[in-house]
């Protein structure tokens, strides 16, 4: 059995309900969870949540609400520990559960192919723990941080010797999580061991490189704008999808 949880939780600060705002006319939860009903390896939605009117909205659409506990609530609470838990209690429920795609509630950028690329993935190779989209880095490589130091000076992150280059084709290529998918099988959230800081990932985690120039979830208003603008748009999803597929990754 393979399933979709989506996690969203209530109290956000940055807009308030983000996870019910309306984009185009639905609730942001929608999106994911529509996403999980079209994709054809997925056999059943859960949403993890907090909050009454995400679980309202959840259920317009099918999905089982987990509750979470009064710990586990809050904007200060690990969000691994959150998944940890849903997923124990999706097993409680369901012994034979197998593969998980973990989806976020505040984002849009995902539909049923995207996430059926990333379950084939782990069924092609039993030796792979997990599967996650993500974006190569370019402007926002990791050699170019910064931070402000004590006296508010901006200085390199880390390494403050450190030499590099203006050139980033130079650069040993770097990938973050792009807010899409994460797919992995159950037991992993019991090892801990996965690419940090992405702890219950398991140990092999493959890439599914989504052709865009950083991920995006909803933060603020800003992310709205993006996030409508995507929806009105879904062609350019099969473009990155296929652009994906084509590059065998």
């Not at 054809?40 to 099918?62: R, Y």
């Not at 996430?115 to 084939?120: A, P, S």
């Not at 985690?205 to 208003?221: F, K, L, M, Q």
Request: glycine share 6%; proline share 4%; charged share 25%.
């Amino acid at each position: 059995m393979n399933v979709a949880i989506v996690t969203a939780r209530a109290g956000s600060k940055s807009i308030i309900n983000k996870n019910v705002f309306t984009v185009n006319g639905k609730p942001m939860i929608h999106y994911p969870i529509q996403a999980a009903n079209d994709a054809k390896k997925i056999d059943k939605v859960f949403v993890s949540t907090d909050g009454e009117l995400i679980a309202n909205a959840s259920k317009e659409l099918g999905a089982t609400v987990i509750p979470r506990p009064e710990e586990l609530s809050g904007d200060t609470v690990n969000h691994g520990v959150v998944i940890k838990h849903a997923v124990e209690w999706v097993k409680e429920q369901h012994p034979e559960l197998d593969k998980v795609v973990l989806l976020l509630g505040n984002t849009v950028y995902i539909d049923g192919e995207i996430i059926d690329l990333c379950i084939e993935k782990l069924e092609k190779d039993d030796s792979l723990d997990s599967c996650m989209t993500v974006w190569e880095a370019q402007d926002d490589h990791p050699n170019r941080a910064m931070e402000i130091n004590d006296d508010g000076i901006l200085e390199a992150f880390g390494d403050k010797n450190r030499k590099v280059s203006t050139e980033r084709q130079s650069y040993k290529k770097a990938y973050y999580y792009d807010q899409g998918v994460w797919a992995f099988r159950h037991q992993t959230v019991q090892s801990e061991d996965g690419v940090n800081p992405w702890w219950w990932m398991g140990k092999r985690s493959a890439p599914i490189i989504r052709t865009w120039v950083t991920g995006r979830d909803v933060h603020t208003h800003f992310d709205i704008g993006i996030s409508e603008w995507w929806a009105q748009n879904p062609s350019l999803m099969k473009e990155l999808l296929n652009k994906s597929s084509e590059s065998g990754l």
